[in-house]
């Protein structure tokens, strides 16, 4: 998502407003070698162990100790390349220093695989049983070097990014015993169980590899841990770490909104898949915003005004949204996305699935639980509608949603020049629209009887308490929904995903319609203030900072055809100088006559004046009802 992937994706989806943040480029983890052991599915010949020494807070520095049991003889040494939940090969290799391998006291010379960077050959010599590796994670110093994970305040510990593994074998029969040293008086969330403490050292339980890069840890300063699920067989805990102690505290209505989370999500589901749950809650304007998913945890990371600035017209859907892929994603799972380990290739095809219905039902939980109102949840879909309405004109002629599913390999979440015309990862948004589309077709099927509920318990509801992997293909999906209404389902997925159409059916097949006005919603206006932006997608055709830098300009839209780009910075508007209100002025008192309005911008080191012909005012995108018709929308977003 994530950068916060979720809260990157979320703007740039709903409303345009800032594009996906940089990333380094990270390399492929196919290999053109044979060299590396394929993983078998039998057990690794002991225990491996990994120490991470975090309390470098100032230089940001995680230090690494690993003893990993091994025979004499050639040994291939793995850093994790495809991580769950980022859907590509994301594995911060570059920000490994010092790496070095030993055994009974001696230095081994490694060698990096000629065509894979994230394999390392060693030589185990003859006496040795086990071997030590040793290295430093250089943890970004700034938010240009890539996501933020350690403060003087807090950190995010990652197995994934602190660890490295034996191939030749499945990630889930390695056992590890992890343990870790935080600052003095530092507490910590994570769904590990701990075995033992020593002053500052935690040691935990062993556990498999797999589910220990599944179980990250978020440490601070400023804790506190709020009991989410009073009396549960399952227990939901909320692990919050702030900047400051006045961020972490909370207001009896804002415990009860988040434990309403997990009493809609059990009314929706009817199952729990994990035996415990933490929510690892970073409220932090230091360390950056995050959402990514884990089985029996999730890793959240929104500003430090979360609880001091609550307001339930704000988009609240980050906790929702990576709690519901407890359910989508990782207990049930795209066959092409389950990978034997950390180094075989994903499979991205159904992520409007795993991403596409998470999106659908972090939006709707959000109102039901009451982290929103349902004037800011309709408010979130008008933007969403308006994206396939008018902000995608790609989509319309060479892309399709499908094939956006290869956009974390593609792009990897780099900013792109015309995000609008090159689409980027609209299975979240696209696929939310498409699954408002099934809510409605079964509503109207069933005449009421059936919705996306009883999809969502039959699929994803059963076994309870079981947290293994449950793997699903597009026919199940398909099969699951035949069970509910039989229809043609395969063709109205395959049409919305394949083809070259406006996705937006849905939203008039739940009793309203999209219409634009004059005004923004408040979403809009949040959004806007939150990300120092100007949003004007629907109108002249652009998003811009506050200052004037354009950001996306809408393909072939008015501002497109007047000659504007992003990178552009606007300078003066109609001779007067740039502001947002200035602009509103300008394209207000443009409507219904001739006369363009006059942009004078800034292009590299040279200054252009620019014609746009505009002339049908301001528009923002806003949901109303169709009268007479059933009103699906209100039923769908109703607390159950």
Known sequence: MKSSLLASALV????????????????????????????????????MTVHVDATDTGHRIFTVHETIPAKAGPMYLLYPAWIPGDHEPSGPIRKVASLVVSANGKRLTWTRDKYNVFAFLVDVPAGASSIDVDFQFLSSQNKGEGSIRMTPEMLDLSWSKVSIYPAGYYGSRIQVVPSVTLPAGWQFGTALEVASRSSDTTTFKPIDYTNLVDSPMFAGKYFSRLDLAPGAKQPVHM??????????????????????????????????????????????????????????????????????????????????????????????????????????????????????????????????????????????LANVAATYDMNRPGMLTWRNIQDTTNDPVIAQRAPLPY???????????????????????????????????DFARAFYGMDNGAWDINTYTFDDVVATLNQIAPYDWKSFLRTRLDGHDKITDGIAAEGWKLVYTDKPSDIV????????????????????????????????????????????????????????????????????????????????DEFRTLQVDYHDGLKYPHLVRTEGAPDYLSQLYAPK
């Open 12 to 47: 740039a989806a709903l409303s345009g407003l800032v594009p996906l943040l940089a990333q380094a480029g990270t390399p492929q983890a196919q290999s053109r070698s044979d060299n590396v052991p394929p993983p078998q599915d039998v057990p690794y010949p002991g225990t």
């Open 239 to 380: 692990d919050i770490v702030g900047d400051t102690p006045e961020d972490i505290k909370t207001t009896p209505d804002q415990v009860k909104a988040l434990r309403n989370i997990v009493t809609q999500m059990d009314k929706l589901y009817g199952a729990f898949h994990f035996d415990h749950y933490d929510f690892l809650f970073s409220l932090s304007d230091k360390m950056s915003g995050k959402g990514l998913e884990h089985h029996r945890s999730s890793e959240d990371g929104t500003g430090a005004d979360f609880f001091t600035k609550w307001d339930l017209k704000t988009p609240r859907d980050l906790l929702t949204h990576e709690f519901n892929h407890s359910w989508n994603g990782k207990y049930r799972r795209p066959a092409d996305l389950w990978t034997p380990n950390f180094n075989v290739p994903m499979g991205d095809s159904l992520l409007w699935v795993y991403e596409g219905q998470t999106q659908f039902w972090g939006n709707v939980i959000a109102v039901r639980a009451g982290l929103e109102s349902k004037e800011t949840g309709l408010d979130k």
């Open 419 to 453: 995000r609008n015309y090159q689409m980027s990862e609209d299975y979240y948004s696209g696929g939310q629209m498409i699954w408002l589309a099934v809510d409605a077709k079964l509503r109207a099927l069933s005449h009421g009887k059936h919705a996306l509920d």
């Open 525 to 604: 206006g949040a959004l806007q203030k939150r990300y120092h932006a100007i949003d004007f997608t629907y109108s002249v055709g652009f998003t811009a900072t506050d200052k004037g830098g354009l950001r996306d300009v809408r393909w072939n839209g008015p501002a497109f055809k007047a000659g504007l780009a992003p990178g552009m910075t606007i300078v003066g508007v109609d001779g007067k100088d740039f502001s947002a209100d200035n602009l509103k002025q300008a394209i207000t008192a443009a409507k219904g006559g001739s006369t363009p309005i006059t942009l004078l911008v800034k292009d590299f």
